[in-house]
């Protein structure tokens, strides 16, 4: 299996709704700046660890690390905002297109949102390729 880890630093952003506007008859919708530029940070960190997106199937892991607030100050997990399953969005909308073809190739993902103290807030992702993986439900085991 080959799998590919980096870390994107600054306070992760959960992925919001896009807005929609009607001006003069016209509509249309677009992502919340905070939401795009972090996105960009994310993509543009990937592109550094990823010569080629990969085309099949991925399993991806994220560690999200949030500041903690001074009233959670013996608190590990985060059992606030924001949802865990809105960063995850940011974090595999931003890797399409990098770290493999389209997110319909994600197959499995696990996450985790957790405090910080002294270390800085960021994400710690790594992206496995499925592609090699053997088939676990076909073992014969009386060979």
Request: net charge positive.
């Amino acid at each position: 299996m080959q799998h590919v880890f980096f870390t994107i630093k600054g306070d992760p952003v959960p992925k919001a709704r896009a807005r929609t506007v009607r001006k003069g008859g016209r509509t249309w919708s677009f992502t919340p700046k905070k939401v795009a530029e972090w996105e960009k940070i994310i993509k543009n960190e990937a592109k550094k660890n990823f010569n080629n997106p990969f085309s099949g199937p991925v399993m991806v892991s994220m560690i999200f690390y949030i500041s903690r607030p001074a009233s959670r100050r013996k608190d590990i997990w985060v059992p606030t905002t924001p949802d865990l399953d809105n960063l995850e969005k940011a974090v595999l909308d931003a890797l399409n297109g990098v770290a493999y073809i389209d997110d319909r190739f994600v197959v499995g993902k696990n996450a985790q949102k957790k405090y910080v103290r002294k270390e800085d807030p960021g994400v710690f992702v790594r992206v496995t390729n499925l592609s090699q993986q053997v088939d676990l439900t076909k073992f014969n085991k009386e060979k």
